[in-house]
């Protein structure tokens, strides 16, 4: 088990050296010279130079990656090119909103969508499970922020029940936090719910006509408890795999989402940041959100091979 | 529980009648049919159109739709509907190309990584962390260090697709090589390429047609959004993601800004999930065997 474990930690390390590779790469790699890109099309020679010293491009290749990496792993992110304040700082300025709104979107999404998955499992090719397999081909389909500007036209523009846009904070005002956090969470959380409505049905179908369930069935057990310990809990690994997963989905959409509702979070800072050509603020960011992915899947991992005896590799 | 009929397992859509074809796959005949209403909007929006998408008529500003502009007017004049047909081009160009190009790339990977067992560790690796960036943000990355065109923002949402066709391909190459036609090629003096190319990649083909089909549909979406940031597609070209960051401004008081590039984005990318789905059904086994046992 501990080895195990350990096996686990070490591929994640590769997997994150690999990450910090791809965003270090990546400034190298582009066409043309990045500082004078970044640097915008009314900049100076000097203004170059500058940026290329801060981004430290005029030292050897292998000196940048490693002096960079040194500086990531103790914390330091770098600083931004156009308000020249630590990104670290910024990061953590914009986290709570962003953290709140993934956090919410996440637990309400699995809360509708395993039922859904498991209804339409249980009710295989009745029109409930045509309901929900075509809402899952739609959540696939509307972009989030399409579907997001529907919600504002419907619930803020048209009937005024919820505010158009922004954030409040949960310190400040609890049910105003849940009323801006509403539409945001619906709009994210939709393309999400189909994923694990999908993935939920599918695995069910998998264990719902096995044997033993029809045993639990003959034997007179009640449908909730069959469906939910002797299906669900097999069934399971499949589903919270794919959530962790998903987690990819609803980063991606997170950045969306906060742009289109004007939450001040991580998102936000992103989108400024590309505006500006801020790339050291857009590298922390990567850095920090697939880190969060990647320790997510973790911890998923090493639960599942804890709790669930048939998973040894 | 539907019992297999001899017609159901020996399906040839070749041999079927065209209506036989339509009421056994509604859904892939209509994704089809969205899509090659698009795909004729794409080709022939300049003549489609009513007037000139880059058209600027002060005169005429934030107009509703009305019987001289269909879906009405955008906050410098433009005739809104002109600039939603123009905008299936740049969509579904950019869908095809990413498809193309990451099946291509990721087929050729996934083969190699595949069979060269010492390769395949580190290759498998760099996907693993190229998987743990969001498509989206190593997308923004990518074009926050080039000049915005469409080219960039093609190449930017294709490399975060490639690791998705590597697996699949690799994963159908692990179960074939140990299969006994190509252990017959081998010892028959065949060279890597040609047991590639001639036993290995045929095989790979349906589900990689499955899976450009979503690729397809998550490059559309993935450049929608990115031209709505501000990180997509240059803005002089009319794309629904361009055309629903201009029109986010006037949420308020112009709702056919974002409702109709809204709706060509969504009905494209349904269009394109729904004939993946369709394909997955047909093209899949493994799909087919497991929906038989409902």
Redesign the interface.
Known sequence: MAGLILRRLA?TA??????A???FG??HL???D?AA??AGDIATQEDIARIRAKLGLDRPLVEQFLVWLGHILSGDLGRSIFSDRPVAELVAQRMEPTLALAVTTMLFSVVVAVPMGILAAWR??SWIDRLVMSFA??G???????FA??L??LFA?NLKWLP?MGYVSFREDLGGFFKSLAMPTLALGVTYIALIARITRASM??VI?QDYIRTAHAKGLALAPILLRHALKPASVPIVTTIGIGV??L??GV??TE??FAIPGLGRL??D???R???PI??G??LI??GV??LINLVIDIVYTILDPRIRY | MAVATPLETETRPARMGPWLFVRRYPTVVAGLAILLVMVAIAVLAPWLSPEDPARINPRMRLRPPSAANWFGTDHLGRDVFSRVLHGARVSLFVGFTVALASTVLGLAIGLVSGFLRRLDAVVM??M???????????A????????SSIRTVIVAITIPEIPRVVRLVRSVVLTLREQLFVDAAVSLGARLPRILTVHIMPNTLAPLIVQATYVC?SAI?IE??LS????GTPPDIPSWGNM?AEG?TY??VG?WL??FP?LF??LV??AV??LG?GLRETLDPRLRR?AR??
């Open positions: 591929s590769i997997v994150m050296t690999v990450v590779l791809f965003v990546m400034l582009a066409p043309g990045p890109i970044i295989a090719g081909v739609l696939f389909s509307v972009p989030v922020f399409v500007y529907v504002i036209l523009v158009v179908l998998e006509h990819a989905l980063i991606g950045v969306v742009s289109v992103t989108v940041a590309i505006l050509r801020d790339y857009i590298q960011v990567i959100f697939s992915y990647v | 690796r760099v693993d962390g190229l998987m743990a960036i969001p498509a989206i943000l190593l923004i990355a990518m074009i926050s260090l080039s000049r549909a979406i929608a959004i709505f940031l501000g990180a629903m986010r949420v308020l709702w974002l409702v809204g984005l969504s990318v349904l999930n729904l789905d497991s046992n409902l």
